[in-house]
């Protein structure tokens, strides 16, 4: 936890070290460029081009081979242009070693990176607008609920590539073994604190052998209460990334909620709940539902011994969940012949078969709906159901959580629901305090 958080510490440093703006508005568009769209083809490079993409790795599978096949197979179809892998570890990770090489003047041709990192690049003015790079018909072609974190106004600052949002796994064995239809997931908070109940498990000793849920509580805390935020009808954030609604009483009752599954209703471990632990504790048994990324689908579905389900966060007043993951930027301060070969390069890896296999080999949400129209996407889901969980979820879906200043807020926020879990803080204090710290920290770009 400790190293997440000091992490994300030192990615917000960093951007205030790159001028971050002290202004109320993002940064300005640049002038329009009379590049080609989407549509066009891109001007042949006189020479060859070398591109470094930066590239994170947040969940498990082979992600690092699959990205140097794409690498691979575009360098064949665009022998002009390599595209050189550089993979930075966690999100927060690479876009620390992003924000040191745009202050060393060294910046990267084209990453992905957090959709929730928008305002902090714009902010460092290290990012391109991508709006008259690509036309108006191929940004229509993205769920509309993955573009409302790639842009600031009509201003499109990025490209969807490894798209997400929470699901909730379940062991339909356990299900059948605790006397509950494998078939019906919970579907409200109720049912789940129920379910969850006769699905926890206890030896002679009254030690617990077996949890009835597990939901993260390091790293994207933030997230895991958003879900539960909107699923209690409200968002915690603007859109423009200027103001957070943390101390809202939905935002409050959402984190209440979330405390009680362990410090109450005894269903969930208390204490810390790490990321990367809880899909392994799903897989091996330890417990019997999870709340997790899409993002882990494919890894859970190659190695689990079991069959599970997905299904939708369970309800309070309504469905919901944030969207997440990653988007592909191109950066200002690089010649044009490369800026025009990384949009060759996320034409590419848009492509409605590219997308569709890369969301059956990672179990991220195909970003675009074409990729839903292609016989290899429609055969998977006809095989394996689970996997249209995500995109119809959609439907309920909302931005996530994205500010100036993101990593400072973000830490906060995770910092202080963090103690709300742990009990050293009520649900109201923490959020309490969450809505002054952030409140001091964008106050400069009201």
């Not at 939901?215 to 909107?230: E, F, K, N, V």
Request: aromatic fraction near 10%; glycine fraction near 6%; charged fraction near 20%.
């Amino acid at each position: 936890m400790k190293k997440v958080m000091m992490t994300l510490l030192s990615a917000s440093m960093l951007l205030t070290a790159c001028g971050q703006s002290q202004s109320a508005k993002p940064a300005a568009a640049p002038a329009q460029s009379t590049a080609p769209a989407a549509t066009q083809e891109t001007a042949k490079a006189d020479k060859p081009v070398e591109l470094q993409f930066y590239f994170p790795v947040a969940v498990g599978g082979p992600i690092t081979k699959l990205i140097d096949k794409l690498a691979d197979d575009f360098h064949k179809d665009n022998p002009a242009i390599t595209v050189k892998p550089v993979y930075g570890g966690s999100y927060q990770d690479t876009m620390t070693k992003v924000a040191t090489a745009v202050q060393g003047g060294n910046s990267p041709d084209v990453a992905v990176l957090l959709s929730t990192d928008l305002y902090s690049l714009i902010s460092m003015n290290a990012i391109e607008d991508l709006t008259p790079r690509f036309s108006k018909e191929y940004f229509n072609g993205f769920y509309e609920a993955f573009m409302g974190n790639t842009k600031s106004g009509d201003t499109v600052w990025s490209v969807p590539f490894q798209r997400s949002t929470i699901v909730m796994y379940y062991n339909k064995d356990l299900f059948k073994k605790a006397g509950l239809d494998p078939e019906k997931a919970p579907s409200s908070w109720s049912e789940l604190k129920e379910a969850a109940s006769k699905l926890t498990v206890k030896d002679g000793s009254g030690k617990v052998t077996q949890w009835g849920i597990e939901i993260p509580s390091t790293g994207y805390q933030y997230w895991m209460l958003q879900a539960m935020s909107l699923e209690s009808g409200t968002n915690i954030a603007s859109g423009d990334g200027k103001q957070v609604f943390f101390n809202k009483p939905e935002v409050q009752e959402a984190l209440q909620f979330y405390s009680d599954l362990g410090r109450k209703d005894r269903v969930m471990p208390e204490g810390a709940l790490e990321w990367a632990t809880v899909p392994s504790d799903f897989i091996s048994g330890k417990t019997a539902m999870m709340y997790h990324t899409t993002g882990n689908l494919t890894k859970v579905k190659t190695d689990a011994k079991f069959d599970f389900g997905v299904a939708f966060l369970p309800a309070n007043k309504k469905y919901g969940s944030p969207t997440g993951g990653g988007n592909l930027y191109v950066f200002k301060n690089i010649p044009e012949e490369r800026k025009q070969a990384a949009v060759k390069f996320i034409e590419f890896l848009t492509k409605p078969e590219r997308v569709a296999q890369w969301s059956i080999d990672t179990g991220y949400v195909g970003t675009t709906k074409a990729s839903y129209e292609t016989d290899l996407l429609k055969n998977y889901i006809k095989d394996f159901p689970q996997a249209a969980v995500a995109r119809d979820q959609l439907q309920y879906a909302d931005s996530e959580l994205s500010t100036f200043q993101n990593g400072q807020v973000t830490k906060l926020f995770n910092d202080n629901i963090q103690a709300a879990l742990l009990g050293k803080m009520s649900p109201q204090e923490a959020l309490e305090k969450s809505q002054q710290q952030a409140d001091a920290i964008l106050k400069s770009f009201q």
